[in-house]
């Protein structure tokens, strides 16, 4: 895999898709050498085992970085790389190929803690210059950080611009908002990551039994095709199989929305009854296949897995996308997969799940025979819950919730030990972080001053979000021997995931220290995210 870095500060991005890579690394040729009794030394069998797992190479094609700081931090760390400078004097023709792009795009003029001057703001418009590079290079994969409150600004309008910029140039749109806190680092901060998928990569569904990007798509459109009609699912799960309610659900969805109905429609399809559309339920599926018949006209006469294939690739051919063409993509490919993969369809619809706790439904983050974990850290045992091949929300058996929250933990790869933090808190500051003891700093807010960044904090809490403002007089106060100090560059290093000396560098001061770390992205979150992407 091949990718670009744009606004790449000091290669946050970077060491975390490196730190990816190599635990990827680690685990493929570790589980096939175990398998085959190999030796993992051997370098030829090694090639052949990451080959097999798609991991045999993965490389940064150039970066692009105008801050003379972070330059130089990144460029004594990435030696190799090639610098491509200001964003917007890049001429795309000089880009060689590339599969994923990653960037955090400036968020100052989004950032509550700036002006919020949004697409106002020179800083705010450089998003599009992401979407000049996407349009002409077209990668698989696009990985985009900013701060959440791009979510809120100018009413979400913002949001709504960007969601629609990359829709058009044919990527499906998962946004996530992930907690340093969560990931091993003390630091409370939220930050939007927005996870870009091109629907050229819907070509190769049916085509492999494994979990692919492709079969992603289909299944995180598919949660969201839940979530849009949760209570229909809850009236109509455990009477009808979940194959027949989700595309029920998916009959609904087409017939709520204006967009699909009044597009490239024949004649008296669209009969206007107290039913709907699809007043006929015996088998709603046969709906969809009649539905994309009449929409796609002559590049669907039949439904079957040649035609179905060929229609998506004649859509992803544009240059520019409807939302109609995006979902009709989508939809093709899901009914391809239905009707390719008995397997993989059942594994999508078991993983279709959310799960109550009190009175509110949690989504999935991992699940197993003996337990489900819910995106709050809660474990249900999967015994006392709802059968997931049967209903999409599950209650507990014996109508109460019994769940154990779990730990968030530190692993010390040396020992495989894995010990138990107080609180369930995320592992946080050393004083003698090097050394790997488990002597911990924490840092809690002591006192109420006026201005939120002259906040002083304790030794048993979490760190604010670091930021740039005013090089270090921003950063938090912590007391130490009946005296107040900020933190050191050293420890905001570590509040972002780096190591301790990524920023001892000639000529740089504190200031600029603080500065580069106050912008970086967190490298555990990146890390995180990029094992997904990579091993997908």
């Not at 003390?186 to 190769?204: A, D, G, V």
């Not at 929305?257 to 008296?268: A, K, M, Q, R, W």
Request: proline residues 3%; contains cysteine; hydrophobic residues 30%.
């Amino acid at each position: 895999m091949k990718y670009l870095s744009l606004f790449s500060g000091i290669g946050g991005f970077e060491l975390g898709i490196q730190q990816a890579y190599e635990e990827l690394q680690k685990l493929c040729v570790k589980d096939e050498g175990q398998s085959k009794g190999t030796q993992l030394g051997d370098s030829e069998r090694r090639s052949e085992q990451l080959s097999k797992f798609g991991m045999e190479g993965l490389s940064c094609i150039g970066f692009s970085e105008i801050d003379k700081y972070a330059t130089k931090i990144y460029e004594t760390h990435y030696p190799k790389h090639r610098n491509f400078g200001d964003i917007t004097q890049i001429k795309t023709e000089d880009l060689p190929e590339f599969d994923l792009l990653v960037g955090g795009f400036p968020c100052q003029s989004f950032s509550i803690a700036g002006k919020r001057g949004g697409f106002n703001d020179t800083r705010g418009t450089l998003f599009f210059e992401i979407c000049r590079i996407a349009k002409a290079k077209k990668p698989m994969l696009m990985l985009l950080e900013n701060v959440k409150g791009l979510v809120s600004h100018d009413g979400g309008k913002t949001l709504e611009t960007i969601l629609g910029s990359l829709q058009e140039l044919g990527y499906y749109v998962n946004m996530e908002i992930r907690n340093s806190k969560n990931y091993g680092v003390p630091q409370n901060r939220e930050r939007i990551f927005i996870l870009c998928k091109h629907i050229k990569l819907l070509s190769s569904v049916g085509q492999s039994e494994k979990m692919t990007t492709s079969e992603q798509i289909i299944e995180e459109w598919l949660f969201q095709v839940l979530l849009n009609n949760l209570k229909e699912a809850q009236k109509l799960q455990g009477t009808e199989s979940k194959d027949w309610v989700l595309g029920y659900l998916i009959c609904q969805e087409i017939n709520q929305n204006p967009d699909l109905l009044g597009e490239n429609i024949l004649d008296g399809i669209l009969t206007d009854t107290a039913g709907g559309l699809f007043q006929s339920t015996a088998n709603p599926w046969q709906n969809i296949d009649t539905w994309l018949q009449q929409n796609l006209g002559e590049n669907l006469k039949e439904v079957n897995k040649s035609t179905i294939s060929t229609a998506i690739k004649q859509i992803t051919e544009s240059e520019t996308y409807t939302f109609s063409q995006m979902f009709q993509t989508i939809l093709l490919a899901t009914v391809l997969l239905r009707q390719s993969s008995n397997r993989l369809w059942n594994e999508i619809l078991s993983d279709l799940i959310v799960v109550k706790e009190d009175t509110k439904y949690a989504r999935i983050n991992n699940k197993n025979q003996e337990a489900i974990i819910t995106e709050n850290g809660v474990a249900h045992l999967s015994e006392e819950l709802q059968d997931p091949t049967r209903y999409f929300t599950l209650s507990h058996l014996r109508g109460t919730s019994r769940p154990e929250v779990f730990p968030i933990t530190d692993s010390n790869p040396e020992t495989n030990q894995t010990e138990k933090l107080p609180e369930q808190i995320a592992n946080c500051l050393r004083t003698n972080y090097s050394n790997g003891k488990s002597n911990e700093t924490y840092i809690r807010q002591l006192n109420q001053p006026k201005h939120s960044n002259d906040r002083i904090y304790g030794t048993d809490g979490l760190s604010p979000t670091l930021n740039t403002a005013q090089g270090g007089n921003r950063q938090p106060f912590i007391p130490e021997d009946s005296k107040i100090r900020r933190l050191t560059p050293t420890e905001c290093a570590r509040l972002q995931g780096f190591p301790d000396d990524w920023h001892k560098i000639e000529g740089i001061s504190d200031t600029q220290a603080y500065k580069v770390y106050g912008n970086a992205v967190t490298v555990n979150v990146i890390r995180e995210i990029a094992k997904r992407l990579i091993h997908s």
